[in-house]
């Protein structure tokens, strides 16, 4: 397989890193592969660098010219907080947000806080939450500091947790 990667990645891509990739011809199944060629040289038109790796396709499964969704996991970040991207109730400056926390007694506290990795619907907070909190991702233009809320049901909150719970590592 052979793709391109942005330059800003290639200092975290290296020979044998692990890829995996899915087709649309074998729906939710994945592919694992290792990266055996990375580029000296990056193309002034796209600032992307030339990537290769191998996928083993012992049933012949994978064909030439098929089209594939890659992922490549750069950097795992152990431990990170990540809360899902519609909670940010305001972006401030330097990557700084707020947030809404469910507080003791349901007391709704405003939380700044600071973003990191952002991805589809999630985004990693590298400040201002321990991790474990409640923050509120429906009805922000309802509530303030010190409003009063009650917990939706538990399968409410499963699309939100879904998105931020599983063991993904941030890319």
Do not use: C, W
């Not at 947030?99 to 201002?128: I, S, T």
């Amino acid at each position: 397989m052979e793709f391109n990667v942005p330059e800003r990645f290639l200092s975290q891509l290296h020979v044998e890193q692990i890829i995996e990739i899915g087709v649309a011809t074998y729906q939710g199944r994945k592919f694992k592969g290792k990266v055996y060629f990375v580029s000296s040289f990056v193309d002034i038109a796209t600032r992307t660098a030339l990537v290769k790796a191998y996928i083993p396709n012992p049933d012949a499964e994978l064909k030439p010219g098929m089209f594939a969704n890659l992922d490549l996991t750069l950097t795992i970040r152990e431990n990170s907080v990540v809360i899902p991207e519609v909670a940010i109730s305001q972006l401030l400056e330097d990557g700084q947000a707020n947030v809404y926390v469910v507080g003791e007694g349901g007391k709704v506290v405003l939380a700044q806080v600071k973003l990191g990795v952002r991805l589809a619907g999630r985004v990693e907070v590298v400040e201002g939450l321990k991790g474990g909190e409640k923050v509120i991702v429906e009805g922000l233009q309802k509530i303030g500091p010190g409003s009063m809320v009650i917990l939706a049901p538990a399968e409410a909150a499963a699309p939100y947790e879904e998105k931020t719970s599983r063991a993904q590592p941030l890319n």
